[in-house]
């Protein structure tokens, strides 16, 4: 198993959801954008403030909540 991990700033996630693979068109992307989050390979050096940026962009808040809030210590980012 490899230990690689990938760290993405917001505005990453941002202009892949608003300019380049928006979810209706690409959601399997995203289902793996997902899972990679979840399990801890993709990271943000701002995890604790995704929620307070994304609000900018519509439909993003609730897919990241639903990736992000199950883990640890970002509960109390909402």
Same mark, same amino acid.
């Given at each position: ?9 917001? +505005?990453?996630? =941002?202009?892949?959801?608003? &300019? ?5 068109? /690409? ?5 793996? @954008?997902?899972?990679?989050?979840? +399990?801890?390979? =993709?990271?943000?050096?701002? &995890? ?5 940026? /994304? ?5 993003? @808040? ?17």
């Amino acid at each position: 198993m490899s230990n690689t991990r990938y760290c993405f700033d917001t +505005s990453s996630f =941002i202009a892949a959801w608003d &300019e380049r693979y928006p979810i209706d068109t /690409f959601p399997s992307l995203w289902e793996e @954008v997902g899972a990679a989050i979840a +399990s801890g390979v =993709i990271v943000s050096p701002e &995890e604790e403030r995704w929620l307070g940026l /994304f609000e900018q962009t519509p439909g993003i @808040v609730e897919w990241i909540s639903a990736v992000v809030m199950p883990q640890p210590g970002l509960a109390a980012a909402r």
